[in-house]
């Protein structure tokens, strides 16, 4: 990366300092902007070529509050920060000699055929990003053949999104104090066409997200919502939403009431919220058609483990009876390869969806999508994998057992 200041005389670059004057400058900039890799006083120049790129366009899109909102994590955010890290802890073991002149990266999730293992996470409140919110997003997935999870904490109702676009939509869910309220949106979703329910069990109560609490978080009306709950959360002290969720919130879900879940639709129901092998192996008991290892985009319990480095544990507890999904601090292409070799079968992607919808709208979505498939081919095109169903845990090495290597 190259830097520059609006008075520049040097440019840094890999700790080096190379003077220069402002004719030079100014083709300097004109470079950078034309490779669309550069800052000028701290602002991008021209397209992102990555996924982490779109996060500073959100930044300078969002109010502040908004963007805390959608970027922060519980507390002290270490969860937040090993999300990330710990993928980039994981060594890729590349195969070489190996015919990978074509690359497919389609596969099935629940028989639902997608072009690549890259699911569209259940995020909140997209209209906070841009105006058509959760309708542009659902617009991209379609485009991308990709399955989009809609929250249910979203701006848009499931029947705007479904009548938007024809693509594979599941349905996120909480479960209320008023079970009844949950009944009906069940319903509505699977009349819409929702193919399977995503049911959140990480959420008891909302994690402490201090940020919300600095910037006296805004909790906005959910449509879905309208005409079926009316809650007027107050909170003199920090975030709205923090109020509303402990209003709403059914503190008593546990495992017996995963029946009666099943009992009130058709729709195969997915589990996100796993994070330990003994979780693991009681929600294959109960039967749901899936389970994801998630730690809510660390923004519930801080300290708890990156979700990459538990990610094995649930594969082996479950030993194939279930398939197994990753959400968690997925950047890159070489990440998605990461989780797939230690036995996920397909991604889910959250905040760069966000930050691609803010930056963009449902352009944005659509780039933050392609750039991952693009790295994602790439890396298994260079670590010798023509399928998605060769990738395998020979081809990564990871902490521990390059740890272990060394003893």
């Not at 995020?123 to 990709?146: D, F, Q, W």
């Not at 009844?180 to 069990?201: C, F, H, M, P, S």
Request: charged fraction near 25%; proline fraction near 3%.
């Amino acid at each position: 990366m190259v830097w520059f200041g609006s008075n520049c005389d040097s440019v840094h670059s890999s700790g080096a300092s190379v003077q220069i004057g402002p004719t030079q400058n100014s083709k300097l900039v004109q470079f950078m902007a034309c490779v669309g890799y550069a800052r000028v006083d701290d602002k991008m120049v021209g397209e992102p070529v990555n996924v982490n790129e779109f996060q500073e366009l959100a930044r300078e899109a969002l109010p502040k509050m908004y963007y805390d909102f959608y970027a922060g994590g519980a507390e002290d955010q270490n969860t937040l920060k090993e999300n990330v890290e710990a993928l980039h802890r994981i060594m890729i073991r590349p195969r070489v000699l190996v015919d990978v002149s074509r690359i497919d990266m389609s596969t099935t999730v629940l028989g639902y055929k997608i072009s690549a293992p890259i699911l569209i996470a259940p995020t909140a409140l997209h209209k906070l990003a841009h105006p058509e919110g959760e309708v542009a997003t659902a617009k991209a997935a379609a485009s991308c053949n990709t399955i989009m999870v809609l929250s249910f904490t979203s701006t848009c109702t499931v029947e705007e999104v479904a009548s938007s676009c024809n693509a594979i939509r599941f349905f996120q869910l909480y479960v209320y104090k008023k079970r009844d309220i949950v009944a009906v949106l069940v319903q509505r979703a699977e009349r819409n066409g929702y193919k399977a329910l995503v049911l959140t069990v990480d959420t008891p109560r909302l994690g402490r997200r201090e940020s919300d609490i600095k910037n006296k978080m805004v909790a906005p009306r959910l449509k879905n919502l309208e005409g079926l709950l009316s809650i007027e959360a107050d909170s003199d002290n920090g975030s709205k939403l923090e109020a509303y969720a402990k209003e709403t919130m059914d503190a008593s879900l546990c495992w017996k009431d995963i029946e009666w879940l099943k009992s009130i639709t058709n729709m195969p129901i997915l589990i996100k919220g796993i994070l330990t092998h003994e979780d693991a192996i009681k929600a294959a008991e109960v039967g749901v058609a899936g389970i994801i290892v998630s730690n809510h985009g660390a923004r519930q319990l801080d300290y708890t483990p990156a979700t990459i480095n538990v990610l094995e544990e649930v594969v082996r507890a479950v030993v194939g009876r279930v398939p197994v999904f990753f959400d968690g601090g997925v950047r890159r292409g070489t990440d998605v390869f990461k989780a797939l070799a230690l036995g996920a079968q397909a991604v889910l992607i959250g905040r760069p969806v966000i930050f691609g919808l803010a930056a963009k709208g449902e352009n944005g979505v659509r780039q933050v999508i392609q750039m991952l498939k693009d790295e994602l081919e790439l890396t298994m095109a260079l670590s010798g994998c023509p399928s998605v169903k060769d990738i395998t845990r020979g081809h990564v090495r990871t902490e521990h057992e390059r740890f272990h290597s060394m003893l």
